[in-house]
């Protein structure tokens, strides 16, 4: 899809059908992928890349689509952002360019916060 503005994507009332984190090759891969229905009904799997702190807060039981209300990049100022870019740069002598990117769902109003060094959509 080429160089695509998370923030511009058409959140609002896209699903998430499915949810995979990958450490099949801890440290080396770390993903997470997501099966984003668009509100179009276009289909496409968006995977953040290089993942170094990941919240999930998910509710289970309700049946219903898990819908997105909104979605954006969090402020580079975010503390918990600045926590794992510091704790990093601290521990490890690695400087970090991250973006940490926050979903809000409609369906359980969960929240789910990825911080990634990159994210890519293509196609399902």
Do not use: C
Not at 33 to 56: C, H, Q, R
């Amino acid at each position: 899809m080429g160089s695509v503005n998370f923030n511009e994507l058409e959140w609002h009332d896209a699903v998430i059908k499915n949810i995979i984190i990958d450490r099949s090759n801890p440290g080396y891969n770390d993903m997470i992928e997501m099966l984003i229905i668009w509100p179009s009904g276009i289909e496409n799997k968006l995977t953040f890349k290089d993942v170094y702190f990941a919240n999930l807060s998910l509710n289970f039981g309700v049946v219903a689509y898990e819908s997105i209300m909104t979605a954006s990049i969090v402020d580079s100022s975010d503390p918990d952002l600045l926590n794992v870019i510091q704790l990093w740069e601290r521990h490890y002598g690695v400087i970090l360019e991250m973006s940490g990117f926050e979903i809000l769902t409609n369906s359980t109003g969960n929240i789910i916060r990825i911080f990634a060094l990159s994210f890519e959509i293509t196609n399902s």
